[in-house]
T-cell receptor, first 113, second 115 residues
Framework: DAKTTQPTSMDCAEGRAANLPCNHS???????VYWYRQIHSQGPQYIIH???NNETNEMASLIITEDRKSSTLILPHATLRDTAVYYC??????????????FGSGTRLSIRP | ETGVTQTPRHLVMGMTNKKSLKCEQH?????MYWYKQSAKKPLELMFV???????ENNSVPSRFSPECPNSSHLFLHLHTLQPEDSALYLC??????????????FGQGTRLTVV
């Protein structure tokens, strides 16, 4: 599966949009982009995923570039509870993908009051 | 509540003890995972089971022994651990077959301390 590159840390003011970038320049055509977050000492939580179209749900929006080599997770109105480590993962789907949920170092997002 | 339950939440054990971690999922998923997360480090994938068969062993020492009796239950048997094995152990499940795929759902983890 493709590797991802994320900034080590970011901060954002409460109430503003938090934009978290991810580079995945070696992504292949059948690989999806997934985002998870991990609040301190808890299990990771799924946020959103996409293939090539932009996606939005109640938690966030995912913008994927046309060449699919990078993406941005957007938290539209960040709150203090969004302070967490955010992980960008690329993986294929299907039976063989079950072994491919590999986490990198992620981005530590701090929301300041 | 994610549908993945891990017990115990906290465990302290001596290096000569034998203990087991338990994970149960109520989501009907076919794949289950063990991850280890040491302090200030990323999650490390340890084992993957798919339809009760082990499909991934990420060079894990034999003092960690997984068991998957059915698709809903996953155990991690521990024996003669070392202090450096102290970590948060996370279980996850997902549906990964050629028809349906879901994201991974994680339990809250077992915080293990080896003394």
């Amino acid at each position: 599966d493709a590797k991802t590159t994320q900034p080590t840390s970011m901060d954002c003011a409460e109430g503003r949009a938090a934009n978290l970038p991810c580079n995945h320049s070696t992504i292949s055509g059948n690989e999806y982009v997934y985002w998870y977050r991990q609040i301190h000492s808890q299990g990771p939580q799924y946020i959103i995923h996409g293939l090539k179209n932009n996606e939005t749900n109640e938690m966030a929006s995912l913008i994927i570039t046309e060449d699919r080599k990078s993406s941005t997770l957007i938290l539209p109105h960040a709150t203090l509870r969004d302070t967490a480590v955010y992980y960008c993962i690329v993986r294929s789907r299907g039976y063989s993908s079950a072994s491919k949920i590999i986490f990198g170092s992620g981005t530590r997002l701090s929301i300041r009051p | 509540e994610t549908g993945v339950t891990q017990t115990p939440r906290h465990l302290v054990m001596g290096m000569t003890n034998k203990k087991s971690l338990k994970c149960e999922q109520h989501l009907g998923h076919n794949a289950m995972y063990w991850y280890k997360q040491s302090a200030k480090k990323p999650l490390e994938l340890m084992f993957v089971y798919n339809f009760k068969e082990q499909t991934e062993n990420n060079s894990v020492p034999s003092r960690f022994s997984p068991e998957c009796p059915n698709s809903s239950h996953l155990f991690l048997h521990l024996h003669t651990l070392q202090p450096e094995d102290s970590a948060l152990y996370l279980c996850a499940s997902s549906q990964d077959d050629d028809i349906v795929n879901t994201e991974a759902f994680f339990g809250q983890g077992t915080r293990l301390t080896v003394v």
